[in-house]
């Protein structure tokens, strides 16, 4: 079982819409070990309210054949899937985005949303802090030799001007 206190993932997508979800399942399917942090309860964003796929037709890649194929046979769809939009029930497309990511391996943390992330000048990988319902969480990874670092007195958040 995996506690809050023991997650390390190469990878931290921060969303649960259809951009975030196929990019966690991308970055997981190259051996990445994944995290997909989503706000609210269900994954599909505008979606999984039951919204039309609009201008997939054009740009269809294999994952998503694939996530209109689960969905399809979910019976989610009610229309053909060539054209401009694609009427979807909601509620299937947030259990064909939820299989998606069980088949590909990448853990979801629902009722979770990216609060910060701080690079420790000491390592290579980021310290990132999320925030599970009202409680916020940190985490960070192990430097290479071996040992934890906290780095959130050293560092300013990325993507942050620093004030002097």
Same mark, same amino acid.
């Given at each position: 079982?995996?506690?809050?206190?023991?997650? @390390?993932?190469?990878?931290? +997508?921060?969303?649960?819409?259809?951009?975030?979800?196929?990019?966690?399942?991308?970055? %997981? *399917?190259?051996? !990445?070990?994944?995290? $997909?942090?989503? *706000?609210? &309860?269900? /994954?599909?964003?505008? !979606?999984? #309210?039951?919204?039309? /796929? *609009?201008?997939?037709?054009?740009?269809?890649?294999? #994952?998503?054949?694939?996530? $209109?194929?689960? #969905?399809?046979?979910?019976? &989610?769809?009610?229309?053909?899937?060539?054209?401009?939009e694609i009427p979807v029930n909601g509620e299937t497309v947030k259990l064909a985005f939820h299989r998606l990511c069980r088949e590909s391996g990448v853990d979801v943390l629902l =009722?979770?949303?990216? =609060?910060?992330?701080? /690079?420790?000048?000491? @390592?290579?990988?980021?310290?990132?802090?999320? *925030? $599970?319902?009202?409680?916020?969480?940190?985490?960070?990874?192990?430097? %290479?030799?071996?040992?934890?670092?906290? +780095? #959130?007195?050293?560092?300013?958040?990325?993507?942050?001007?620093? $004030?002097?």
């Amino acid at each position: 079982m995996k506690t809050l206190k023991n997650l @390390r993932y190469d990878v931290v +997508c921060a969303g649960g819409g259809a951009s975030g979800v196929f990019a966690a399942v991308a970055a %997981a *399917r190259t051996g !990445a070990r994944v995290l $997909l942090l989503e *706000r609210t &309860g269900f /994954l599909g964003g505008a !979606a999984a #309210l039951g919204m039309p /796929l *609009r201008g997939v037709a054009p740009q269809h890649t294999p #994952l998503l054949d694939e996530f $209109l194929c689960i #969905l399809t046979d979910l019976g &989610g769809t009610a229309g053909p899937l060539d054209g401009p939009e694609i009427p979807v029930n909601g509620e299937t497309v947030k259990l064909a985005f939820h299989r998606l990511c069980r088949e590909s391996g990448v853990d979801v943390l629902l =009722y979770s949303e990216a =609060y910060e992330v701080r /690079l420790c000048p000491a @390592r290579q990988c980021p310290l990132w802090r999320f *925030r $599970l319902g009202t409680e916020c969480r940190e985490e960070s990874t192990e430097n %290479a030799e071996g040992s934890q670092e906290n +780095c #959130l007195d050293e560092s300013p958040p990325v993507g942050k001007e620093v $004030l002097k």
